[in-house]
């Protein structure tokens, strides 16, 4: 497992958008993951309330499913992002961090199934869940 968690660390680091967004890879293990995002102003998508877009939240959610699918003892290798449901339950409060956890529930030769949920302090409450199928690649 020290060598999958180690490379998708890397991966996520390596990703521009993932960079420029402030994604923490803070846990990982067998098919699941968590990554955080601190607020930021530069995330703003309604200047009035301070909300952070939800194209942020879309993007942290999917590269925690990849690092779920990633971390996976089943998956030999990367992943990409095949189908993506995302829904939004409430608006991130402004000002807080959001917490993002994945599951690789279920994979086969070809495909991963993962679901997420993205939270801020208030972690009775999502922000956002999510359920996707990923592609599960041989090796790197």
């Excluded at 993932?18 to 699941?32: H, K, P, Q, S, V």
């Excluded at 499913?65 to 409060?93: E, F, K, N, Q, W």
């Excluded at 679901?115 to 599960?136: H, L, Y």
């Amino acid at each position: 497992m020290a060598d999958k968690t180690k490379l998708a660390r890397q991966f996520i680091e390596a990703i521009p958008h993932a960079r420029e967004l402030g994604m923490i890879l803070t846990e990982i293990g067998d098919g699941t993951a968590e990554i955080t995002m601190a607020y930021d102003e530069k995330l703003i998508g309604d200047p009035e309330t301070g909300v952070i877009h939800g194209g942020a939240v879309s993007a942290v959610m999917d590269t925690c499913c990849g690092a779920a699918v990633m971390s996976h003892p089943s998956a030999p290798g990367g992943t990409a992002t095949i189908d993506l449901r995302i829904d939004y339950m409430r608006a991130a409060t402004p000002g807080q961090t959001i917490i993002t956890r994945a599951t690789c529930h279920h994979i086969t030769r070809n495909v991963a199934f993962v679901r997420a949920v993205a939270m801020d302090d208030e972690t009775d409450r999502p922000v956002a869940t999510a359920s996707g199928a990923f592609t599960v690649e041989k090796g790197f």
